[in-house]
């Protein structure tokens, strides 16, 4: 068996037994609201690569987190995630219509129900973490790990700082920013959630991680801009090209195609070295920086 | 000193410090992205009659919690009941440019940032009562509660069945339902969050306090239907005979202006009555029975 094949082997098993924690977690679409429980369904399951979740339990073997804490906190920062994506794909924000292959929320349902939906999902992370079976004060540390990695200082901070920056000009560390708190935050959420599923992270540990969670969550959006600039629509699953059709500062844009392959490139090899110190307990982690930078979609 | 006039003065002094609490537990308007938060000061600060947050502090009066908890569980609630408004009044839900007699966020801002604003106020919700300083199990507890309350099996599920039953012919049960969840669910939390900040409850203790928070959830709903009938958007500083206008079922609808005023009163009394077990302690939350049934605005 090649590492190649073991690797995509383990990514699958994670990702069956991610859509198995996500359907047992999310209300049954049966009970009273029958409509918003069948949305809330509709947005998180069957889609996606599950970035998120692969993260949580490639950090978790560093440890040898328990299973079923790294259900739980993947299961909840996926529906953070999905969360994201049900409000961005909202008219007064990105107004798309197209979403991992399938109509987005708002426009399978309606615009009302995908707000609710995403409300709704956002308070479903918090309880399916808060329900993970650990020592309290650890629970609670993740608790507040995902509530600062999705507030104004994480994700929404990221996409407050994306729509002042339409049609403007930005700096390397101005987009850098942006990117940092838009996705980079809910990515180190995810490697943190995974690590202290298994135990307390001391401070070099928590260093550690966070190099490697910031060179990775970079990456992930310099490839993203790769993509959309070079791949199409049926790939992407999504509207490709929309970044420069909406006049929005990318790495494509400012850095061009090439420097921002090699930035990549580099990324990826920061997030290798950081992992340095966790030795072949790290392997997994190794593999989904390289996943996150030579995908094609 | 009348016993009324105490009671204003005690309610005065607790919407002060918790308007403090709120203040130092939201994002400063200096900090990036700043006009996400200022905009998220603008939804919650100088507005409203802080129901929840004085619920919260009569309820921490029973077993004597201390103020610091109390403030942090008081902020999460306001937070939530904060962002669901900016979230409710949006074009797609509402449609209101009105609140607590300013123009509402999206009017104020606009519609993206809106939508951005009650998503980071639910994570900063979430933040605030995680960070709070009591045994880890029982501050778990109290996430849990908050998280049910907020979520699909709380506020936004009824929000979802209230929308799904504009226009039709509700049986009282169903109005029931549908405010139990809509509005009760996140005022029955204020009442534990504020009990839970003194102590862990025993079953006896929770189930009186469900069944007063039972009533005054429903009362709150009646009076709201009474008073959305009855007063005048500047007595209100919303706009008011929304629901008639929006075709929506309504206590008044149903029952009438008379048998509607009848019920309010007969759900003060079940709420005097569940409180008994806790003697002159509860003296704070049978005078917010009364003000809520009570209230003019």
Known sequence: MTAAHDFGAWMKSIQASVEGALASFLPDAAVVPTRLHE??????????????????FAAGELFDAPAATLARGAAAVEMIHAYSLVHDDMPCMDDDALRRGKPTVHVQYDEATAL????????????VLANADAEPARVLQMVRLLGEASGSAGMCGGQAIDLDSVGLKLSLEALEQ???????????????????????????????????????????????????????????????????????????SILGLEASRALAEQLRHDAHAALAPFGDKARRLRELADLIVQRQA
Chains 1, 2 share one sequence.
């Open 39 to 56: 949305a809330m369904r509709y947005a998180v399951l069957d889609g996606g690569k599950r970035v998120r979740p692969l993260l949580v």
């Open 116 to 127: 609710l939906v995403g409300d709704a999902l956002q308070s479903q992370a918090f309880i």
């Open 178 to 252: 942006m990117h940092r708190l838009k996705t980079g935050a809910l990515l180190r959420a995810s490697v943190l959630l995974g690590a202290w599923s298994g135990k307390p992270l001391d401070a070099a540990e928590q260093q550690a991680l966070d190099t490697y969670a910031r060179a990775i969550g970079l990456a992930f959006q310099v490839v993203d801009d790769v993509l959309d600039a070079t791949a199409d629509s049926a790939t992407l699953g999504k509207t490709a090209g929309k970044d420069a059709a909406d006049n929005k500062p990318t790495y494509v």
